[in-house]
C-alpha cells in the first residue's frame, strides 16, 4: 500500500497553516516546503538518493528539521545519530547501519572521527541540482532507523517503516483527538522516536510543532501558560522539573502532557493532577515507533499509575512468565542487518517481546513493573527495582534513584540502591524510611551516593551500568 507524499499533500491541503516555531518564528508548510526542495536539492549533489542509509547527526534546530524532510522527500533512509554518543559508539553505529553518506551539524565535528561525513554548512553552500523526488511513500519501506538506547547492553538499529509512523499517528490521534489549533511543543530530542513522533504527526495531522533546542522549564511553563501550545511530551524528569517551576495554571488550550520513557512514581503524578496538570502516563519503545499504551484521558484519576490501553488497532497480552506482548502495524519492521535479532524479538505467533514485565488489571489496563532483565531474584522472591525506587524517591531528601540487583551467596541476589541526593544524608535516615513502607526482603542491603545517575538521550537511567559498582 502506498501513501501520497506526506508534506507535499499537506502543502496542497493547507499550505498557510503554521508547520514549524522555532527561535519564536513562525513558518508555513508553504514556506517549509520550499525550503526542504532546496535542501534536498543540496543534497542530491552529493549523491543522496532513494533508497540510499544515510545517517544524521543533528540537534534540535530548524536546520536539522529542514534536513530530515529533505532526506524523506529524496526517498533516502535516514540513521538518526544520538548527539550525546561518543565518537567510538556513533563509529559503531555508522559501520553496523553501513551508511554510503553521513551529514552533521558543525559543533559536531569531533563526533565523527574516522567517518566519511559532511557537515550542514558545506551542504548548505553545496550547488542545487534537481533531483526527482518521491511521489509516494510505501507503507513497507523504511524511513527512519533509530539505534535502541542501550539501557540493557549492545544497540540495535530499529528499522521504522513509512507504516509504523502512520499507524502511530492516527492510534495517537483516536485516543488523544485532534483539535483545531492544536499545536504540539518538541523540547525531546528529534533523533529519538519521541521527538520524531512529533513532526512526523505534524504533517500527517496539519498542526505546527514548536522545536525547542533544549528543555528550558520557566520557558516551557510560558508556552503553557500563552494557550500557544495545546500538547506536548516529556519524560519524568521534565514533568518534575515543570512542577518545580510551576506557579500559575496551565492555559485551558492545554490538554495533554504526554508522559513516556519509563514508569512514574505516584506522588508526582498527585502533584500533577492537583494543580490541573492534563497529564496522560503511556508506554512505547522505539521498536514501536513511540507510544503504542496510552492512558485515555478521561480515566487518567481512576487508573493513576497505569500506562492505558492500546491504541487501536494495537493488541497487547501478557506471556505466562509476565512479560508484555504487543502485535500492531506501528511496530517495527525489525533490526538492521540483523537477522538473528530480529527473529529473537517475536514469538513463534507473531507477538512482539518487548522485553517488560506488567499485568493487565481487570478493566484491561496496563501497569508496567520493569524491565524482565532488572528483575532481581531473592531467595526465589520477585522483585521489582521501580517499587523499591517509588518509595526512595518519596524521601524529600532523594533526587533520583536506581536499584539493580547484586550477587549474594545466601539469597542468589539482593537489591543495591544508588541514590542522587538533594544534600548530603545519613544512609541510617533512608534504610529507616524504606523499613516504613517495604517488605524486609526488598531493602536494599547497600545504599551508594552518586552526583548523577547513568542515562541514555531519552532520560532512561542505564542500570546495567550501575551493576557491579
Known amino acids: 500500500m502506498e501513501l501520497t507524499n506526506w508534506l507535499e499533500k499537506r502543502v496542497r491541503l493547507s499550505p498557510r497553516k503554521t508547520a514549524l516555531v522555532f527561535d519564536d518564528k513562525q513558518e508555513t508548510f508553504l514556506e517549509i516546503y520550499a525550503a526542504v526542495q532546496e535542501v534536498a536539492g543540496k543534497l542530491a549533489s552529493f549523491g543522496v538518493r532513494d533508497g540510499m542509509y544515510v545517517a544524521l547527526l543533528g540537534k534540535n534546530d530548524r536546520e536539522t528539521f529542514l534536513m530530515i524532510h529533505a532526506l524523506q522527500q529524496l526517498g533516502a533512509r535516514t540513521v538518526f545519530l544520538n548527539n550525546r554518543l561518543t565518537a567510538t559508539e556513533i563509529l559503531f553505529q555508522t559501520q553496523d547501519a553501513q551508511v554510503e553518506r553521513c551529514f552533521y551539524t558543525d559543533v559536531f565535528v569531533g563526533k565523527v572521527d574516522g567517518i566519511r561525513a559532511t557537515s550542514f554548512t558545506a551542504v548548505m553552500g553545496a550547488p542545487i541540482l534537481e533531483p526527482p523526488l518521491v ?211 517475536f514469538d513463534k505467533d507473531g507477538w512482539f517481546q518487548t522485553g517488560d514485565v506488567g499485568y493487565l488489571d481487570d478493566d484491561g489496563f496496563l501497569f508496567v513493573l520493569d524491565r524482565r532483565s532488572d528483575l532481581i531474584i531473592s531467595g526465589g522472591e520477585n522483585i521489582y527495582p521501580t517499587e523499591i525506587e517509588h518509595v526512595l524517591m518519596a524521601h524529600p531528601n532523594v533526587l533520583e534513584a536506581a536499584v539493580v540487583a547484586l550477587s549474594d551467596e545466601k539469597w542468589g541476589e539482593v537489591p543495591v540502591a544508588f541514590i542522587v541526593a538533594k544534600e548530603d544524608m545519613d544512609t541510617e535516615q533512608l534504610y529507616e524510611f524504606c523499613q516504613q513502607k517495604l517488605a524486609r526482603f526488598k531493602i536494599p542491603r547497600q545504599i551508594h551516593f552518586l552526583d548523577e545517575l547513568p542515562k541514555t538521550a531519552s532520560q532512561k537511567i542505564q542500570r546495567h551500568r550501575l551493576r557491579g559498582k
Open 135 to 345: 511521489s509516494h511513500f510505501a507503507m513497507e519501506d523504511v524511513a527512519s532507523v533509530m539505534y535502541t538506547s542501550g539501557t540493557t547492553g549492545q544497540p540495535k538499529g530499529v528499522m521504522q517503516t513509512y507504516g509504523n509512523h502512520w499507524w502511530s499517528a492516527t492510534g495517537s490521534m483516536l485516543n488523544l483527538g485532534l483539535q483545531a489549533g492544536d499545536s504540539w511543543l518538541c523540547a525531546v530530542p528529534i533523533f529519538h522516536i519521541s521527538g520524531l513522533s512529533i513532526l512526523m504527526r505534524s504533517v500527517i495531522y496539519g498542526i505546527p510543532v514548536y522545536l525547542e533546542e533544549r528543555f528550558d522549564p520557566e520557558r516551557v511553563d510560558k508556552f503553557l501558560q500563552s494557550g500557544e501550545v495545546t500538547l506536548i511530551s516529556v519524560v519524568t524528569t521534565m514533568a518534575q522539573r515543570l512542577l518545580d517551576v510551576f506557579t500559575t495554571p496551565y492555559h485551558p488550550n492545554f490538554r495533554c502532557m504526554l508522559l513516556g520513557g519509563g514508569p512514574a512514581n505516584q506522588s508526582m503524578l498527585e502533584a500533577c493532577f492537583e494543580k490541573g496538570i492534563p497529564l496522560v502516563q503511556s508506554f512505547g519503545m522505539t521498536e514501536t515507533a513511540s507510544q503504542i499504551v496510552t492512558l485515555p484521558p478521561e480515566d487518567a484519576l481512576l487508573k493513576i499509575g497505569s500506562a492505558g490501553k492500546p491504541l487501536f488497532p494495537a493488541e497487547i497480552k501478557i506471556s505466562e512468565h509476565g512479560e508484555i506482548l504487543l502485535k500492531g502495524p506501528s511496530i517495527m519492521a525489525g533490526y538492521l542487518h540483523n537477522d538473528l535479532a530480529t527473529k529473537a524479538a
